[in-house]
């Protein structure tokens, strides 16, 4: 076309028009890559909002971790609807597709033998160190426009906060490097019970064998049964309530140490009513003789 120019002296515009091109045809430039939008990376919930595409995948896990639920992704679309997503069934044949879940043997196959439900809702503990719950909170994090997790797990006997742990990923490789060295703190006696719902960074089995190596028994939740892990529950709603509805933050580490001094006031200053309103340290330290330590003051 430009030897052409050089060689009639006429324009661009007028030759593309006397040979029938239109012009938009002759400019447009040739797309690299793949036709179309990219795929969405959030998916709207009904109560939550638009959620990452990490918290639709870990609400498919729990999902096949129920030992008698195996589905595919048409029947999963039913299943997530019902639990408020709203998700059309080609993104989430995508999404099960890049995860491999469309095959039968590779989707989580949950048996009864290999998990221990909780017996009984209400705990009743006799010393520190007894039950302990564990269970992870959602936090949206405004300058990062994703989530990041809240790990924590606590003494049900005298409600304190062990430990936590945040995080944009937790994994059952975290959970593991979490809790160890919390029993290696303790010269913990053989009754030591750790219940959790049935995430699948705990019905991990990995998870489960470390804790079955050291002598700690884990108790699962029932589907749906939050109550059953009701004192967790109950401390990460009332950090929803007095931190996150409370205090503006936009980072991660804002948030981080708002969580910090949180945790140590809820500890060290914060009266409880169920333990006769007193703080989690001191019923800590008036029953902390019924279990033995590792020479480590705590």
Same mark, same amino acid.
Request: aromatic share 12%; glycine share 4%; proline share 3%.
């Given at each position: 076309?430009?030897?052409?120019?050089?060689?009639?002296?006429?324009?661009?515009?007028?030759?593309?028009?006397?040979?029938?091109?239109?012009?938009?045809?002759?400019?447009?430039?040739?797309?690299? &890559?793949?036709? &179309?939008?990219?795929?969405?990376? !959030?998916?709207?919930?009904?109560?939550? &909002?638009?959620? +990452?595409?990490?918290?639709?995948?870990?609400?498919?896990?729990?999902?096949?971790?129920?030992?008698?639920?195996?589905?595919?992704?048409?029947?999963?679309?039913?299943?997530?609807?019902?639990?408020?997503?709203?998700?059309?069934?080609?993104?989430?044949?995508?999404?099960?597709?890049?995860?491999?879940? !469309?095959?039968?043997?590779?989707?989580?196959?949950?048996?009864?033998?290999?998990?221990?439900?909780?017996?009984?809702?209400? /705990?009743?503990?006799?010393?520190?160190?007894?039950?302990?719950?564990?269970?992870?909170? /959602?936090?949206?994090?405004?300058?990062? &426009?994703?989530?990041?997790?809240?790990?924590?797990?606590?003494?049900?006997?005298?409600?304190?906060?062990?430990?936590?742990?945040?995080?944009?990923?937790?994994?059952?490789?975290?959970?593991? +490097?979490?809790?160890?060295?919390?029993?290696?703190?303790?010269?913990?006696?053989?009754?030591?019970?750790?219940?959790?719902?049935?995430?699948?960074?705990?019905?991990?089995?990995?998870?489960?064998?470390?804790?079955? !190596?050291?002598?700690?028994?884990?108790?699962?939740?029932?589907?749906?049964?939050?109550?059953?892990?009701?004192?967790?529950?109950?401390?990460?709603?009332?950090?929803?309530?007095?931190?996150?509805?409370?205090?503006?933050?936009?980072?991660?580490?804002?948030?981080?140490?708002?969580?910090?001094?949180? /945790?140590?006031?809820?500890?060290?200053?914060?009266?409880?009513?169920?333990?006769?309103?007193?703080?989690?340290?001191?019923?800590?330290?008036?029953?902390?003789?019924?279990?033995?330590?590792?020479?480590?003051?705590?």
């Amino acid at each position: 076309m430009d030897t052409s120019i050089k060689r009639h002296g006429c324009s661009k515009r007028k030759i593309i028009k006397m040979i029938g091109l239109n012009p938009s045809s002759y400019y447009r430039e040739p797309r690299v &890559g793949k036709k &179309g939008k990219r795929p969405s990376n !959030l998916t709207y919930h009904k109560i939550k &909002g638009w959620m +990452d595409e990490s918290e639709l995948l870990q609400a498919i896990y729990d999902i096949l971790s129920n030992e008698f639920i195996d589905c595919g992704y048409r029947l999963m679309n039913s299943y997530l609807k019902k639990q408020g997503w709203c998700i059309n069934h080609k993104k989430l044949y995508r999404i099960m597709k890049t995860h491999d879940l !469309l095959k039968v043997d590779k989707r989580i196959r949950a048996k009864a033998i290999d998990r221990k439900f909780v017996k009984f809702r209400k /705990v009743k503990t006799t010393r520190p160190f007894e039950c302990l719950e564990m269970d992870i909170k /959602v936090v949206w994090i405004p300058s990062k &426009g994703k989530n990041a997790y809240l790990l924590s797990i606590i003494d049900v006997h005298t409600r304190r906060i062990l430990k936590d742990f945040f995080s944009f990923s937790v994994k059952q490789k975290q959970v593991i +490097d979490f809790l160890s060295p919390l029993f290696e703190e303790f010269d913990y006696p053989s009754n030591v019970v750790i219940r959790t719902d049935n995430g699948s960074q705990f019905i991990a089995k990995n998870v489960r064998e470390y804790l079955s !190596l050291i002598g700690v028994e884990q108790e699962f939740t029932h589907i749906a049964t939050p109550e059953e892990n009701a004192h967790i529950e109950a401390y990460h709603g009332i950090l929803q309530k007095e931190v996150f509805q409370r205090f503006e933050y936009q980072n991660f580490d804002q948030i981080q140490n708002i969580l910090k001094r949180f /945790v140590f006031f809820y500890n060290n200053q914060r009266l409880h009513g169920r333990i006769g309103h007193i703080t989690p340290m001191e019923k800590w330290k008036a029953d902390k003789h019924l279990i033995v330590m590792n020479n480590i003051a705590v």
